[in-house]
Each structure stands twice: as C-alpha cells, then as structure tokens.
C-alpha cells in the first residue's frame, strides 16, 4: 500500500475549481481510476503474503491504516485560511475515498469498477439514491470531457470559486469536516480539532463501507 498518492492530483483540483458544484463527483470518478487499481494491488499481494487471511481482517486493516493517515494529516497541516481549509478537506476526502476502495478490495469487490464512483458518493453521503449519484457523475464526465475544448476558469470569481468548493469536499469528507474548515481560519485550532474530526469523520466511512461490502 502505497502513501505516494497522499492528495488529490494537481490535474484534479483544477477540474474542481473549474467546477466547483461537482466538486466530489470529480474526486469520485478520478479516485476509482487513479487509487483503484492500487487497492486491487494491495489486496491481491496482501492474499499472497497471507493466504489464510480473512476478508474482514484486511478491511480492518485497511481501515485503521487510513483512519491513522486522515488523523495525522489533520494534526501536521499548517495552513490556514480559506485556501488552507479547501486543501485539508480536499487531502481527507482523497483519503477517505482511497480507504474504500481498500476495503471494497478486501472484500473482492472490483475496486476499479467505475460503479465505485457511486458507491463513494453514496458512502460519503453526497447522494442517497444510486440513480442520482449516477446522473451526477455523468453530469461530471460530461462536463470533463468539454473542458478539455473549452477553458473557463479564468473567468470564475476566485473567492466565491474557494468557498463553493470547500463547502462541496466538507460535505463529502463528513458533516464534521466543516468544523475543521472554519477551524482552520482560527490560529491554534487547527491542529487540536484537525486529529479528532478528521479520525472521527473517517471511522464513521470505515463503518458505512464494511457494512455495505462485507458478506454477512
């Protein structure tokens, strides 16, 4: 398990900040392809060092790996303001999604399957019907695909831009992720609510996620 991947590409804020309104539904379609493959990886070598190791054993060791990645990534970050409070929820969203596809891979769910991009929006609450999540994401795809042909971000107001964003990635990191984000313009707050709500937010996903994917 790789922790090379530990943000979002630069490639992907750009799509977001040019689309701020479909903000996780970038993030989602990007995680399945950027991180899918890893978490197949990961779970296929893990099977091979450990032929005798169960399903849940490898979602709870995926599971505390990331809780402890998204805790750590909310006590070390020094930036502040807006532009600060957009990265951090930007960096536990990315983590949040790479630990479900872990955990979908330990339990043999396809974790590249472009279907994962709606299980994400589902787990992580931005949607709570497959059938709109998956509009969204086409609405996303779409809009993609066109920006590739027509460049707009230049004429997008930046502060109205950051706080749309940011408020759309809170929303998908979990509801306790806005506490952080407003934390972050208050010197000093960060680092002391930024290991609680990240781990909080990310144990909530991690048991959202074993219930959805595991057998029993």
Same mark, same amino acid.
């Given at each position: $398990?790789?922790?090379?991947?530990?943000?979002?590409p630069g490639s992907?804020?750009?799509? $977001?900040?040019?689309?701020?309104?479909?903000?996780?539904?970038?993030?989602?379609?990007?995680?399945? !392809? !950027?991180?899918?493959?890893?978490?197949?990886?990961?779970?296929?070598?893990?099977?091979l060092e450990h032929p005798d190791v169960t399903p849940d054993a490898l979602a709870q060791?995926?599971?505390? !790996?990331?809780?402890?990645?998204a805790r750590l990534s909310g006590a070390v970050s020094g930036a502040t303001g807006l532009p600060g409070a957009v990265v951090d929820v930007g960096v536990l969203a990315w983590t949040q999604?790479? $630990?479900?596809l872990h955990i979908a891979a330990a339990y043999g769910i396809d974790p590249a399957d472009p279907e994962r991009a709606t299980d994400l929006l589902i787990l992580q609450k931005v949607h709570k019907l497959a059938t709109t999540a998956r509009l969204a994401l086409g609405v996303?795809?779409?809009?993609e695909r066109a920006s590739r042909l027509f460049a707009d971000t230049a004429a997008r107001p930046l502060t109205g831009m950051m706080v749309k964003l940011s408020v759309k990635l809170a929303q998908m990191a979990g509801v306790r992720a806005?506490?952080?984000?407003?934390?972050?313009v208050i010197p000093g707050a960060a680092v002391i609510l930024g290991t609680w709500v990240n781990s909080a937010a990310t144990k909530d996903l991690a048991t959202r996620t074993r219930q959805l994917y595991s057998p029993a």
């Open positions: $398990m790789s922790d090379d991947d530990t943000g979002p992907l804020w750009t799509r $977001m900040k040019a689309d701020p309104q479909y903000a996780p539904e970038h993030l989602a379609l990007e995680a399945v !392809r !950027r991180l899918g493959p890893e978490a197949q990886h990961w779970a296929d070598h893990a099977r060791q995926a599971a505390r !790996r990331f809780i402890n990645h999604s790479r $630990m479900v996303a795809a779409g809009r806005v506490k952080r984000m407003f934390a972050k």
